[in-house]
């Protein structure tokens, strides 16, 4: 008699096989679900780089963090998020830094299983400079990985945050949390590569980048793409795009656009930057769609995204990237923006897809202010980079490609 294969096993990826087949991803729009380290009024939701890095990030409707919450309180308010997005059936959740039992996360999942929505935990990070409560973070982060291994369709767990103790005993290093408690720049950028291929194994693959043969959108009345040119097509003074501009907020930044062609035809913008000291410049170009001045009452959200390569970037001098959508007195999502942070040293060499759709106007997670006013043709989509110098001094800072820069008005 013939051996009969399993029904089920684990795959290296760490997804399970069932029948010969892999599990469906994890397909749809998210939330974050948080305390302070998720609250969208701070720069350190480290599932901005973590997404950004899988290469297909998803969108991200809405931010739930709320500063100084237990994961009792925050498992709480689920059903109210399940109630309010019925559409949404993915959850990142980053809780217990404040407090948290077994039965508080137990609870959390047996509602998401019922609710029929997907949890990815993420690990609660080092905390404070003393070993008293540490074994606690560790232990937790164990049972929470055992309790997602046995069901990986719905639940999964990354551990984002061991490479960021100081010690064995699991306290804070603080180069990268400062205060003991909240990631830096640099802890983010760790927390997000760590997140990358834990996400990518969940997320659909295919791009949600905007592109046709030509890499060309036009901004026409039928068109759901608002800018105007993706970036990539030159024109315009000094190699620029047309209908894209650069602007620098530093003492004696150089930079050399152009544009540049890979061997398989990928077109992308090329800005070589040196002799920064402490500043930023930015990329940015304002929306004309012809529409926008009929679509602006009914926009919910806009769904920004930019593909970036940092070639050789020299962290100690900056090189840090947001993408944001702003207009003057008010903004979309430049609270949720987009970022890419960089190191404290080292140089860099990455690609990310950055991409931001926070719901507009969205100021936290408890905000209900309506959706404001904005007048026709007065956004902006920018793309940022921040400069630190080097003990005060400029110097060469690196490379950075840009393509595919779209911006999507939705109403959902």
């Not at 905007?210 to 026409?220: G, K, L, M, S």
């Not at 040196?274 to 009929?294: D, E, F, R, S």
């Not at 897809?353 to 904005?374: I, K």
Request: hydrophobic content about 45%; aromatic content about 8%.
């Amino acid at each position: 008699m013939p051996n009969l294969a399993a029904s089920s096993f684990a795959a290296s990826s760490g997804q399970r096989i069932t029948r010969g087949r892999a599990p469906a991803p994890w397909a749809g729009d998210w939330i974050t679900l948080g305390d302070s380290l998720t609250d969208i009024l701070y720069s350190i939701e480290s599932t901005r780089y973590g997404f950004a890095r899988s290469l297909v990030p998803p969108r991200v409707i809405w931010n739930a963090g709320i500063q100084s919450e237990g994961a009792g309180s925050i498992g709480a308010r689920l059903p109210a998020l399940v109630a309010a997005f019925p559409s949404v059936k993915n959850y990142a959740v980053r809780a217990g830094t404040n407090g948290g039992t077994e039965a508080d996360f137990t609870a959390m999942i047996d509602f998401s299983l019922s609710a029929g929505v997907r949890l990815m935990f993420l690990a609660l990070p080092p905390r404070g400079s003393g070993a008293t409560a540490v074994s606690t973070f560790v232990a937790r982060n164990a049972w929470l990985a055992a309790r997602c291994a046995a069901n990986p369709s719905t639940l999964r767990f990354i551990d984002d945050s061991a490479g960021l103790a100081a010690d064995a005993n699991y306290n804070a290093n603080v180069a990268f949390a400062p205060d003991y408690i909240h990631q830096n720049a640099f802890g983010v950028y760790l927390q997000g590569e760590a997140q990358r291929a834990g996400m990518a194994a969940v997320l659909p693959t295919t791009s949600p980048l905007i592109a046709d043969a030509n890499d060309v959108y036009p901004a026409n009345a039928g068109s759901n793409q608002w800018v105007q040119n993706p970036l990539m097509l030159g024109g315009g003074a000094g190699a620029f795009p047309d209908g894209w501009a650069w602007e620098g907020f530093g003492p004696n930044v150089v930079y050399t656009p152009s544009v540049l062609i890979d061997p398989d035809g990928t077109r992308w913008l090329r800005m070589h930057v040196t002799n920064a000291t402490a500043g930023y410049g930015v990329i940015k170009t304002q929306l004309l769609h012809p529409a926008i001045a009929a679509d602006m009452a009914t926009v919910k959200r806009f769904d920004c995204m930019v593909e970036m390569r940092r070639i050789g970037v020299d962290a100690a001098r900056g090189g840090s990237a947001v993408a944001r959508l702003w207009t003057s007195g008010n903004q979309f999502a430049s609270a949720g923006a987009a970022i890419a942070p960089v190191p404290a040293s080292g140089i860099i060499t990455d690609r990310a897809v950055l991409r931001t759709a926070s719901q507009r106007d969205q100021a936290n997670s408890a905000s209900t202010a309506a959706p404001a006013a904005v007048a026709a043709n007065s956004l902006k989509l920018t793309i940022s980079l921040s400069f630190t110098g080097a003990a005060g001094t400029g110097g060469e800072v690196g490379t950075f490609d840009f393509r595919c820069a779209s911006v999507r008005g939705s109403n959902t």
